[in-house]
DNA sequence: GAAGTGGATATACC
DNA sequence: ACTGGTATATCCACTTC
């Protein structure tokens, strides 16, 4: 039979010693459908390109012998086929061997190394290697053709019969849909706990919440106030057990293809298996009746059979979080910045605290987590698909895995049209020489003169160092371990190192990457639709992430030369750039990296941008500088030390009235929100007015207001990052005091917290700001002089100081407020 | 015990 | 450890006088 279906999860099992690849999808009659296919398992033997007939024959003779026989296995080369492949960018003739399955792949391979042979592709995951083999891309459109499996077939040792799902289908062949022709609208399911409790497993779950795209919404509870009634949307189950039951109940009654989290592979996914082995509830949510899973390794993952656990955090650090404006990738900052909705508030207590009168909200508050949560993945979805049928692996997978792993699965996948052989993961001595290695110098950094300057123009390059890479053709395959006359070449690690001119693979791959985001980009200007743009972006998000994967040390492409070129021709572009513009008369005020700012003077912006033709034409290969913007006004300030520009520090006002601020203490989340807001305020009038008069009242009015301790405690808190265990911490900084005290006081500390705290007034004279820490909800007065000279000043004075306005003076009476205030 | 300096730490920029 | 390097700034830890 014939039918339409898009793949979204795969799993394998082994039957009769081969591989069987299960991949669960849906078809366009919103069914759920499991295709059964066969996979071949090898690996492949690099000869030298030069051997002889005979050398190879005897290599593969060699091979042929080499066999493991243990517990009963009897493991050995089931086909040797010679072929002629290309490994970096050089032809080889590699051995195609063949074993029964994937697990007998994996030892043969090893043994077969431990010979002195080289070994590739035995490091690459089943699932990779069967989208790469058999084309059957996650997320993509198919017509499938296959037999159905009937009850009782043994094509597969009956396994169909277990599945929860409609139909099986024995797999022949698939025909792929053009990518915009069909959409796909997932059904998913969000959840949330609550617990007293927060470290794993150790307290009850007191409630679950369920939020799915169609709509439900369920809170289960075994807890309930003492009169009983409770809102429609809640279920009392009789114990915990109950409800985690009822949990798996629901879940498969939806029979959703996403469940999906916030932080749930750190928290709620193992937080419900923990007390559901404890309970002996059953939870059998995998199509096969199987339970909940944790992946092993460094990075645990929750994993179902056959429905796809996402945990959204993830996939917002990786895909959003360099965009974002949110301080924290917290549900409620996340959900305010995507949906324009907050979390519920809500007081947490001790549920044996817990008021008749306050279950009502917390049922409330539990309930709109999930549905905070089913509304983001709903908002992300596009960008979840295309990532996925991009980078070519499944959603499960794309939206956990950082950007480096994101790049190189991208790689592996698009090989074949090279004909290459997949190079190895670094293993052990590698990496940590690889780690150890010198840093290399990255960017150019331009030092700016302070001042207020008018009418500014900004030019950057477009994927830079993406472009330069491409232009360059810098990779692993392409650096030559001999100077040639004709090749790229550049002085960077304290040597010259030389890139051939014939065009490597991985150049090649990331030129389409660019080139395809530059063709999405204007389709979607065009005609917008968020696929288009969750596919322009994704090809950007790659682009701009190739820089660095080839400068990770845990890259399969890894090359410091390539990654020390690419940052050593950007310098040389960039500077370059900065003279031409230069002679055309421009005074250029500032570049980091990729962009330069730069005086516009009596010049139109036709000019200015004829003047970027000019220097495009100029550029090499497909290097391409465009206007970032046109500025009225910018401010460049001093260091605090000393008298030159800071660098990364400016604030401009665009033509078109937005404010750009970047590296000022407003931006940055450490500093009190008195501190930030005033500053902001002092930028903003100095910026449209070009007059410091009302932006230096304004100061006084706050440091008045300071002084009189009329500012709210809320506004002088300070927030710093928890980013390590406190027992590993050498330096005790005020935050390390501040989450001390925390934990005395039992309260829970997540990994990564942001600590709160404030500076008070202390009896005795203390020389430490750390002696002054008290936490929020500790009674106390703030600390005027440490809030005057440590917070409100420095955030302004370097501003003001532009305008040769002193800020000393304005402390002035400041001893006053000590001791004897109190 | 004050002053100076380098280290540890957090955060931002591109 | 989960892309890279460049940069500012604070506060602590330690040395020196």
Not at 63 to 75: L, M, S, T
């Amino acid at each position: 039979m014939k039918i339409d279906f898009i793949p979204i999860d795969y799993d394998h099992f082994e039957f009769n010693k081969r591989d069987i690849i299960k991949v669960i999808g849906r078809t366009d009659k919103g069914k759920r459908l499991c295709l059964f296919d066969e996979i071949d398992s090898f690996f492949w033997v690099l000869l030298d390109k030069k051997l002889s007939k005979e050398k190879i024959k005897s290599a593969i003779k060699k091979i042929e012998k080499v066999r493991i026989k243990e517990e009963g296995k009897d493991i050995k080369a089931i086909k040797i086929i010679p072929v002629e492949k290309n490994f970096l960018g050089k032809p080889v003739t590699a051995l195609k061997i063949f074993t029964k399955n994937n697990a007998e792949m994996k030892v043969l391979a090893n043994k077969v190394e431990s010979e002195n042979f080289t070994v590739r592709g035995n490091d690459l995951n089943i699932i990779t290697r069967y989208i790469i083999e058999k084309d059957l891309i996650p997320s993509y459109w198919y017509e499938v053709e296959g037999d159905i499996l009937t009850e009782d077939s043994l094509d597969f040792g009956g396994i169909q019969k277990s599945l929860d799902v409609e139909f099986c289908l024995k797999l022949k062949k698939t025909k792929v849909y053009d990518q915009f022709e069909k959409s796909f609208n997932p059904k998913a399911v969000a959840f949330d706990i609550e617990c007293d409790d927060i470290s794993l497993g150790e307290g009850e779950i007191l409630m679950i919440s369920l939020a799915s795209s169609e709509g439900f919404k369920k809170v289960l509870t075994w807890k309930k106030p003492s009169h009983g009634r409770k809102p429609e949307y809640v279920e009392i189950l009789k114990d915990e057990k109950e409800m985690l039951e009822k949990f798996s109940e629901y879940v498969s009654k939806i029979s959703p293809d996403f469940l999906v989290g916030y932080y749930s592979d750190h928290f709620d996914f193992p937080y419900i298996k923990t007390r559901a082995e404890k309970l002996k509830a059953k939870i059998n949510l995998g199509i096969d009746g199987s339970g909940l899973k944790l992946t092993k390794g460094k990075n645990v993952a929750g994993k179902i059979k056959g429905i796809v656990h996402i945990d959204l955090l993830n996939f917002i650090d990786t895909a959003y979080s360099q965009y974002m404006q949110s301080e924290t990738l917290s549900l409620n900052e996340v959900a305010k910045e995507f949906l324009g909705e907050e979390k519920v508030k809500f007081e947490f207590k001790h549920s044996s605290k817990m008021e008749d009168s306050e279950w009502e909200k917390y049922y409330e508050y539990n309930l709109h987590d999930s549905v905070l949560t089913i509304k983001l993945f709903e908002k992300m979805w596009p960008d979840l698909m295309e990532f996925s049928r991009v980078i070519q692996e499944p959603i499960f997978e794309v939206s956990r895995n950082g950007m480096s792993k994101n790049v190189e699965s991208y790689i592996l996948h698009n090989l074949k049209q090279f004909n290459e052989v997949p190079e190895k993961k670094p293993e052990h001595d590698e990496l940590s020489e690889r780690r150890n290695r010198e840093r290399y110098e990255g960017a150019f950094v331009f030092e700016p003169i302070p001042g207020l300057y008018e009418n500014i123009a900004m030019f950057d390059f477009t994927s830079s160092y993406g472009s330069v890479i491409v232009t360059y053709n810098l990779s692993k395959a392409t650096l030559l371990e001999k100077p040639e006359k004709d090749a790229y070449s550049i002085e960077t690690l304290g040597k010259k190192v030389y890139f051939s001119k014939k065009p490597g693979f991985l150049p090649e791959i990331l030129k389409e990457i660019i080139s395809k985001r530059k063709q999405f980009k204007k389709e979607l200007k065009e005609k917008p639709d968020a696929i288009k743009k969750a596919r322009s972006n994704a090809f950007k998000l790659l682009a701009n992430s190739y820089y660095g994967y080839q400068g990770f040390f845990g890259a399969r492409y890894y090359c410091v030369e390539a990654a020390a070129a690419s940052a050593a021709f950007a310098r040389k572009a960039i500077q370059e750039v900065i003279e031409k513009i230069t002679k055309e008369k421009h005074k250029v005020i500032y570049s980091d990296t990729d962009s330069i700012a730069f005086l516009r003077g009596k010049s139109s912006h036709e000019e200015i941008k004829k003047l970027l033709e000019k220097i495009n034409k100029g550029l090499p290969g497909i290097m391409e500088l465009e206007l970032e913007g046109f500025f009225k006004r910018g401010i460049w300030v001093t260091k605090r030390t000393g008298e030159i520009g800071a660098k990364k520090k400016y604030a401009l006002r665009g033509e078109d009235g937005k404010l750009k601020i970047r590296g000022f203490e407003t931006v940055r989340r450490d500093w009190c929100k008195l501190a930030r807001d005033t500053q902001n305020r002092v930028i903003r009038l100095v910026l449209d007015e070009g007059n410091e008069k009302k932006a230096l009242e304004y100061v006084k009015e706050v440091i008045k207001k300071l002084k009189e301790r009329k500012i709210d405690k809320k506004e002088i808190l300070i927030r710093t990052q928890l980013k390590k265990p406190l027992s590993e911490y050498k330096a005790i900084s005020p935050h390390v005091i501040a989450a001390r005290k925390m934990i005395e006081q039992e309260i829970p500390i997540a990994h990564g917290s942001l600590i709160e705290y404030y500076i008070a007034e202390t009896l005795e004279k203390k020389k430490l700001v750390r002696e002054k820490v008290k936490l929020p909800e500790e009674k106390g007065e703030y600390n005027l002089e440490y809030y005057l000279t440590k917070q409100i000043l420095p955030s302004v004075e370097n501003i003001l100081q532009v305008f040769n306005v002193e800020t000393k003076n304005l402390v002035e009476g400041k001893k006053q407020t000590t001791l004897g205030d109190f």
